[in-house]
C-alpha cells in the first residue's frame, strides 16, 4: 500500500517561510510527476507547482518567484520552499505524485494535507 505523509505547515505571519515536505512509502516502483496542491476555505483545490522525476518544474503564476519545488528520489520525497508568503496564500497544502507500484499498479496519490495559516 502506498501512502504520502506530508508535514511542515503552520501559522506564519506574513512575509516568513514554511518549508513543506512530502514522503511517499510503501510498495513503490517508481514515482513519475510530484507536486502540491492548496484549497483555501470555499474555494476549489489549485496546483501550486510541479517536478518531474527528471527535475522539470511548473509553477502557477501566483507562486513563481516565491516559491520553489524540489525532490530527492533516493528518499521518495517532494518539497516546497514557501518564501515571502501572503495571506492569500492561507490554505491546506496537498501533496500529490503520480506512483507506478511494486504491484503493477498506477495512480495518482494523495497526502492528507496540511494546514499553511498566513496572518499577523
Known amino acids: 500500500q502506498v501512502q504520502l505523509v506530508e508535514s511542515g505547515g503552520g501559522l506564519v505571519q506574513p512575509g516568513g517561510s514554511l518549508r513543506l515536505s512530502c514522503a511517499a512509502s510503501g510498495s513503490i516502483f517508481s514515482i513519475y510527476v510530484m507536486g502540491w496542491y492548496r484549497q483555501a476555505p470555499g474555494k476549489q483545490r489549485e496546483l501550486v507547482a510541479t517536478?518531474?522525476?527528471?527535475?522539470?518544474?511548473d509553477y502557477a503564476d501566483a507562486v513563481k518567484s516565491r516559491f520553489t519545488i524540489s525532490r530527492d528520489n533516493a528518499v521518495n520525497t517532494v518539497y516546497l520552499q514557501m518564501n515571502s508568503l501572503k495571506p492569500e496564500d492561507t490554505a491546506v497544502y496537498y501533496c500529490n505524485a503520480n506512483i507506478w507500484a511494486r504491484t503493477g499498479e498506477r495512480g495518482a496519490y494523495w497526502g492528507q494535507g496540511t494546514q499553511v495559516t498566513v496572518s499577523s
Open positions: 517536478i518531474t522525476r527528471g527535475g522539470n518544474t
